[in-house]
């Protein structure tokens, strides 16, 4: 089975960071990327403008989590944010908050957000979690079988499977 790949065009917005990370896990107690354990795609930056990639630089993991901040900070709620997994055959064409995305060989995560937090969840009440992106993905993984494992930033084992983590399928 070939390797899952995407190309992403950046168009004309700027970005303070913007990454692609190969999820192996996840930690609940931290916010932003740091909630998402795994390795960071080498092709991927906020200088790309368009790149087409492979997701092979690393084990498969239980997804793939792309994430972009713009240079304003105040326009938090236009960053892009895009959860994906695994789909032999599948190709779908997205806009992701001015990227333009092809994803082959794999499909987004959808019905994961605020919702996926639950309100008695540490941490629930305080802005900096609970407007995090990252976070409430992180949720939606573990509401999906994926422990959280606090401090450790498992790097994926073979078949992208961390002891004492799941795969979602």
């Known amino acids: 089975m070939p390797a899952p790949q995407i190309t992403i065009t950046r168009g004309n917005r700027t970005y303070r960071y913007l990454w692609l990370k190969y999820v192996t896990g996840i930690d609940l107690t931290q916010h932003c990327a740091r909630s998402l354990h795994g390795r960071y795609s080498q092709q991927v930056n906020q200088d790309l403008t368009e ?44 806009e992701v908050q001015h990227l333009t995305v092809t994803l082959t060989g794999a499909r987004p995560i959808t019905g994961w957000g605020t919702n996926s937090v639950p309100a008695d969840a540490a941490h629930a009440n305080e802005r900096d979690y609970a407007s995090c992106r990252n976070w409430q993905f992180a949720h939606h993984l573990h509401t999906s079988g994926v422990p959280s494992i606090p401090g450790h930033r498992p790097r994926g084992l073979g078949q992208g499977i961390v002891a004492g983590q799941l795969p979602l399928s």
């Open 51 to 94: 790149a087409a990639i492979t997701l092979d630089e690393f084990p498969t993991p239980i997804c793939w989590y792309l994430c972009g901040v713009t240079t304003d900070p105040s326009r938090w709620g236009e960053n892009p944010h895009l959860a994906f997994e695994v789909a032999p055959g599948h190709v779908q064409d997205l």
